[in-house]
């Protein structure tokens, strides 16, 4: 079965980056979507950025101009670049993909937590 481990996550000053990445466990890259999701305590989930067929690239308002999705396949890795961090970035971050041998069946890792604070 496939899944996915993200890490990366931690305590981060206002202004500073972080790399999160999600490992893909059985099954060979590209998945195709991928994305980043967050979800803060009491709110929805919320997509971050995500990467379609053909190296297409989406990216949410809220963080657009501060993240960077790719993926190096021979790693089968995926990872969120994120940089100019505020307080209301403070999330547990997960990684997300379709995976469609014949049918389409959506993934979920587990999450890391990242904080922004000073």
């Known amino acids: 079965q496939v899944s996915l481990v993200e890490s990366g996550g931690g305590l981060v000053p206002p202004g500073g980056s972080l790399r999160l990445s999600c490992v893909v466990h059985?099954?060979?890259?590209?998945?195709?979507?991928m994305g980043w999701y967050r979800q803060a305590p009491g709110k929805q989930r919320e997509l971050i950025a995500r990467?379609?067929?053909?190296?297409?690239?989406d990216y949410a308002n809220s963080m657009k101009g501060r993240v960077t999705i790719s993926r190096d396949n021979a790693k089968n890795t995926m990872y969120l670049e994120m940089s100019g961090l505020k307080p209301e970035d403070t999330a547990v971050y997960y990684c997300n993909a379709f995976y469609c041998p014949s049918e389409c069946t959506e993934i979920w890792g587990q999450g890391t937590q990242v904080t922004v604070s000073s």
């Open positions: 990467a379609a067929s053909g190296g297409s690239t």
């Open positions: 059985g099954s060979r890259l590209p998945l195709n979507p």
